[in-house]
């Protein structure tokens, strides 16, 4: 009676710690990454990412580019998410730079996703189709495949 009791204290254990364990992508996502916006002339910028996924829940990756801006992004089923708000996010073709309010969404195993923008400059140029984009995980300034 006693090992029965035990040993359904060590199951009911083991099962709480699994429902408590932070997602392994949340892990996995935080390091440099390069950043490839698909069909984007110039450099490469890169990302350095910091996720945490508290037992609460509600995963967080604090986003730094390289280019100067930082964002949060939410992770809710396979996805992060963020919004960003730019002052020069939009890229005009005369050359000419606007704010402009994106929002970038990507696949946790892919890292893959689209940007998109709305222009928060009345006197911007028209929007363009939302942007693909994939990220590489760096180690030491050498890109991983994936």
Same mark, same amino acid.
Not at 115 to 120: A, D, I, L, Q
């Given at each position: 009676?006693?090992?029965?009791?035990?040993?359904?204290?060590?199951?009911?254990?083991?099962?709480?710690?699994?429902?408590?364990?932070?997602?392994?992508?949340?892990?996995?996502?935080?390091?440099?990454?390069?950043?490839?916006?698909?069909?984007?002339?110039?450099?490469?910028?890169?990302?350095?990412?910091?996720?945490?996924?508290?037992?609460?829940?509600?995963?967080?990756?604090?986003?730094?580019?390289?280019?100067?801006?930082?964002?949060?992004?939410?992770?809710?089923?396979?996805?992060?998410?963020?919004?960003?708000?730019?002052? !020069?996010?939009?890229? /005009? $073709?005369? =050359?000419?730079?606007? &704010?402009?309010?994106? %929002?970038?969404?990507?696949?946790?195993?892919? *890292?893959?996703?689209?940007?998109?923008?709305?222009?928060? !400059?009345?006197?911007? /140029? $028209?929007? =363009?189709?939302?942007? &693909?984009?994939?990220? %590489?995980?760096?180690?030491?300034?050498?890109? *991983?495949?994936?």
């Amino acid at each position: 009676m006693i090992v029965i009791r035990g040993l359904t204290a060590a199951v009911i254990a083991a099962v709480s710690a699994l429902g408590f364990a932070s997602p392994a992508w949340a892990d996995v996502f935080s390091g440099t990454y390069l950043l490839n916006l698909n069909g984007a002339p110039g450099a490469h910028t890169s990302w350095t990412a910091n996720a945490a996924c508290p037992p609460s829940g509600g995963c967080v990756a604090h986003i730094t580019s390289s280019s100067g801006w930082s964002g949060d992004a939410q992770l809710a089923g396979d996805r992060w998410t963020m919004t960003v708000d730019r002052a !020069d996010g939009q890229s /005009c $073709p005369d =050359g000419t730079r606007h &704010s402009e309010l994106q %929002t970038w969404s990507w696949d946790t195993a892919a *890292l893959a996703g689209q940007v998109s923008g709305v222009s928060t !400059d009345p006197g911007a /140029c $028209p929007q =363009g189709p939302p942007n &693909s984009f994939t990220l %590489t995980k760096m180690r030491n300034g050498v890109g *991983l495949s994936a």
